[in-house]
């Protein structure tokens, strides 16, 4: 019988694994990799956390992608399952976006979300 591979909690896209890279070679410290989360807050409910990672917790779902190491928090592996992350440049502002597909709204800002927890597929 055929094994079906786990799909990654996270991907990145190109331009998040080039820029990744980029912020983590130019660290003050040695940290092996990103730590990337949710917490409760902001007027839609949820925002997205990031984070250097100095130490994997055993609870940490890890995935490697492009060459990144990425620590997804065990309490946020539901909401975030199937995410890509990606890196966009605009005139006015740069950072990283989340692509949820468990998001179901943002407010006004774009500072916090609204994510359901992914179903189980019988």
Same mark, same amino acid.
């Given at each position: 019988?055929?094994r079906?591979e786990?799909?990654?909690? /996270? ?12 912020i983590?070679?130019?660290?003050? #410290?040695?940290?092996i990799? /990103?730590?990337?989360?949710?917490? #409760?807050g ?5 925002s997205? +956390?990031m ?11 890890? /995935? ?15 909401f975030?399952?199937? +995410? ?11 950072g990283?976006?989340?692509? #949820?597909? #468990?998001? +179901? ?7 916090? /979300?609204?994510i ?7």
């Amino acid at each position: 019988m055929a094994r079906l591979e786990r799909p990654k909690v /996270v991907s990145l896209t190109d331009a998040a694994a080039e820029r990744v890279k980029r912020i983590m070679s130019s660290a003050d #410290n040695n940290y092996i990799g /990103v730590r990337v989360g949710v917490k #409760n807050g902001g007027c839609a409910g949820m925002s997205y +956390t990031m984070d250097y990672a100095e130490v994997q917790d055993p609870l940490d779902e890890v /995935v490697e992608d492009k060459g990144v190491k990425i620590l997804v928090e065990a309490k946020a592996v539901l909401f975030l399952l199937g +995410t890509e992350m990606d890196y966009q440049e605009g005139k006015l502002s740069s950072g990283f976006v989340f692509n #949820n597909p #468990n998001q +179901t709204d943002a407010c006004g800002c774009g500072e916090s /979300v609204s994510i359901t927890p992914a179903q189980a597929v019988n």
